[in-house]
T-cell receptor
Framework: GAGVSQTPSNKVTEKGKYVELRCDPISGHTALYWYRQSLGQGPEFLIYFQGTGAADDSGLPNDRFFAVRPEGSVSTLKIQRTERGDSAVYLC???????????????FGEGSRLTVL | DQQVKQNSPSLSVQEGRISILNCDYTNSMFDYFLWYKKYPAEGPTFLISISSIKDKNEDGRFTVFLNKSAKHLSLHIVPSQPGDSAVYFCAASAEWGGSEKLVFGKGTKLTVNP
């Protein structure tokens, strides 16, 4: 499809397990973002990629969280030793970035709902 | 500390009337503001935006007003329709050292009653 694709849509895991969430951005979008949304909250920034490199990872809560984008397209968010507090919807978004002819709005996927039991 | 605040968690209006959703921000470095709409089990979708060099932007039934001195923006929907019922997020952006991340408010749930 033409939009941002995220898999899995739902993931239930046990405390302490390792989880990977995948994001396939809109073709041609150089900027990719991961956000986390907890119940009753707005999306909370985690990390931003420009191409293959993480331009801003200031939102990652701790070193259990890591994300990669090795070829500048698909990205994977990796969570080690999951905790119950990690339960949330993880949103991926892509963008053309700011420029003279675009305004940098983000296009979001439907999210991956993570539940840690 | 929340940099983008939506102080009304919910709003209910009658079909055909105006809906006004409010948003305040604290960081004067923000130079671009966006509204997103979110239905249950879907990702947020872009609705309308405004640059800090403007004070109004209109797109059909949706108008965003920006008051920079008060660090306040609002989204007006007129006339409101039942299909507008969703959670609306205000977001702000600034270019900080190359990062173009958006900072979101907590959202306002709009219900438009037929």
């Amino acid at each position: 499809g033409a939009g941002v694709s995220q898999t899995p849509s739902n993931k239930v895991t046990e405390k302490g397990k390792y989880v990977e969430l995948r994001c396939d951005p809109i073709s041609g979008h150089t900027a990719l973002y991961w956000y986390r949304q907890s119940l009753g909250q707005g999306p909370e920034f985690l990390i931003y990629f420009q191409g293959t490199g993480a331009a801003d990872d200031s939102g990652l809560p701790n070193d259990r969280f890591f994300a990669v984008r090795p070829e500048g397209s698909v990205s994977t968010l990796k969570i080690q030793r999951t905790e119950r507090g990690d339960s949330a919807v993880y949103l991926c978004a892509s963008s053309l970035g700011r420029g003279p002819s675009n305004t940098g709005e983000l296009f979001f996927g439907e999210g991956s709902r993570l539940t840690v039991l | 500390d929340q940099q983008v605040k939506q102080n009304s968690p919910s709003l209910s209006v009658q079909e055909g009337r105006i809906s006004i959703l409010n948003c305040d921000y604290t960081n004067s470095m923000f130079d671009y503001f966006l509204w997103y709409k979110k239905y249950p089990a879907e990702g947020p979708t872009f609705l309308i935006s405004i640059s800090s060099i403007k004070d109004k932007n209109e797109d059909g039934r949706f108008t965003v007003f920006l008051n920079k001195s008060a660090k306040h923006l609002s989204l007006h929907i007129v006339p409101s329709q039942p299909g507008d019922s969703a959670v609306y997020f205000c977001a702000a952006s600034a270019e900080w050292g190359g990062s173009e991340k958006l900072v979101f408010g907590k959202g306002t749930k709009l219900t438009v009653n037929p």
